[in-house]
């Protein structure tokens, strides 16, 4: 039993989800109601995407920096001493519109994606469930958002879509591209990436860095579940919401954020270990201070 205590992550509102279709959260009042509901749950970081504020466009991403603001702003605002969690998630060479949101919100922490990955989904059929992309991170595009966020204070979290790129986090502590301590997001049941699998699961912190913390992001229905519950025995930190799973642990549909992080309490209790405040999650992650940039 691992008795540390756990940062619980929402993941309020993801991509690409449409809103007319399912109750994702778009607008800065709408995601900063979700965020209180996750936070009085237990959540002490809210990770954030940011969606297009024009009417009928509320599935499509945004990388306006008056919307970053309006949005992180209104959460900051609803959750005090909150922890932001800033996507950055682009094809592409041109990272302009995450550097901009960067530098505009200065959030305590960035998703920083660790390496390219294969982004592919297979429908039964055999069809592609969307056309063949590459999710491409090289070196030097992780580089420059490690470079940005040295410049706005904000502190990286790496997301690692397989091993491979676990064990690249590991090289780039080595090659000094990174300060402070080295965080590691474990993104599972992505279709062409590490499966939802608790086996797997078990295996993977040998390949963290030293000194390493780490929490898992699952992707998938009520079989995140049995996973989510594997992370807080191992000692990992906790994340879910609804860019990660519509489903609680009894199949049935989740109505808000705020009803999935109750279940993922469930499981840090379960394990043995109490929930982390925001003034704690702050410290285990060598975070600044609530307040100051």
């Known amino acids: 039993m691992n008795t540390d205590k756990a940062i619980l992550t929402c993941a309020l509102t993801g991509v690409l989800t ?79 519109g995450p550097a901009a949101c960067l530098k505009r919100v200065k959030p305590e922490i960035a998703a920083c994606n660790a390496g390219t990955l294969n982004y592919l989904k297979l429908k039964a059929d055999g069809s592609w469930a969307w056309p063949p992309m590459v999710f491409d991170n090289p070196v030097p ?50 279709a062409s990436g590490m ?40 000692g990992g930190h906790l994340r879910t919401g609804l860019e990660d799973t519509f489903y609680r642990p009894d199949g049935s549909r989740a109505s808000g954020n705020g009803v999935l992080i109750d279940d993922l309490a469930a499981c840090a209790r379960r394990a043995g270990r109490d929930i982390a405040t925001p003034a704690e999650a702050r410290a285990l992650l060598g975070l600044r201070e609530a307040g100051t940039a």
């Open 18 to 96: 449409d809103p007319r279709q399912h109750p994702v959260p778009v607008t800065p009042e709408q995601m900063a109601s979700e965020a209180r509901d996750a936070f009085n749950a237990g959540a002490s970081i809210m990770h954030v995407h940011l969606r297009s504020q024009e009417p009928g466009f509320g599935h499509m991403p945004s990388w306006d920096p008056d919307v970053a603001a309006a949005v992180c702003d209104a959460i900051r605002a609803a959750c005090p001493g909150v922890v932001i969690n800033l996507t950055t998630g682009v094809l592409g060479k041109d990272i302009s």
């Open 141 to 190: 595009k992780v580089q420059q958002f490690l470079d940005v966020m040295a410049e706005t204070g904000t502190h990286p979290e790496f997301e690692c879509f397989d091993v491979g790129i676990l064990r690249s986090v590991g090289m780039y502590v080595g090659a000094g591209m990174v300060q402070g301590v080295p965080e590691v997001n474990l993104v599972m049941g992505v």
């Open 195 to 234: 499966p939802c699998d608790a086996e797997l699961l078990a295996l993977l912190p040998r390949w963290m860095p030293e000194g390493a913390v780490w929490q898992s992001t699952l992707i998938g229905r009520a079989e995140v579940w049995p996973v989510h519950q594997k992370t807080a025995d191992l």
